[in-house]
C-alpha cells in the first residue's frame, strides 16, 4: 500500500514545501475526483482514493504525522515511544503547574507567557527533527526522543488554546 508520500508522488523528506505539498494534492485530489468517472463502481474506487489522497495531504501538512510516515517508510513503529527523558517531564510538570495556577486565576499574561515557552520549545523540537532527518546515517532512536517531547509541548499547548 502506497503511503503518503507515494500517493502525491511527492519524495521522501521531513523538508517538505508546503506549495508543493499543495499542488500535489490539488493534481491528484482532480484526478481522481468521482465526478470524473461515469460508472457507478469507478466512482466508488475514485471516493475510496480521493479519501485516502486526503489523509495524505492531513499527514503531511503536520510535521509530526510527516516524521512519524518516514519512520514508517524505513520500519520503525512510534506506537510505543516510551517516556521522556525525566528532566523534560519534570519541567513539563513544573510548567503545567504554573500554567494550571495561571489558568485558575485568569492570568492571562502568565498563560501568554507559558504559550510562548511551549511555541518556543515546539519550534525546538521540529528544528531538532528536521536536523536528524537530513543525517546519514538516521538516529530513529534520537527522532522518537524528539516526536515524544513535541507531543508533550503540543499537549500543553492544546490545555492552553484547545484542540
Known amino acids: 500500500m502506497p503511503d503518503a508520500f507515494d500517493l502525491l508522488e511527492l519524495p521522501a ?80 510538570m513544573e510548567v503545567r503547574e504554573e500554567l494550571e495556577a495561571a489558568l485558575h486565576e485568569q492570568d492571562d499574561t502568565e498563560v501568554a507567557r507559558l504559550r510562548g515557552w511551549a511555541q518556543q520549545r515546539r519550534t525546538g523540537h521540529l528544528d531538532q527533527i528536521a536536523s536528524l532527518f537530513i543525517t546519514d546515517p538516521l538516529d530513529t532512536d534520537a527522532v522518537i526522543a524528539q516526536l515524544n517531547a513535541l507531543r508533550y509541548m503540543q499537549r500543553m499547548l492544546e490545555q492552553i488554546d484547545g484542540p
Open 13 to 92: 523528506a521531513f523538508d517538505l514545501d508546503p506549495a508543493a505539498l499543495e499542488a500535489s494534492y490539488l493534481k491528484a485530489a482532480a484526478a481522481n475526483h468521482p465526478d470524473r468517472f461515469d460508472d457507478p463502481l469507478e466512482q466508488a474506487d475514485a471516493a475510496d482514493r480521493t479519501s485516502a489522497i486526503t489523509g495524505a495531504q492531513r499527514a503531511l501538512q503536520d510535521p509530526e504525522s510527516r516524521a512519524r510516515v518516514l519512520l514508517a517508510r524505513l520500519g520503525v513503529s512510534t506506537d510505543s515511544v516510551g517516556s521522556p527523558p525525566p528532566a523534560l517531564l519534570m519541567e513539563v
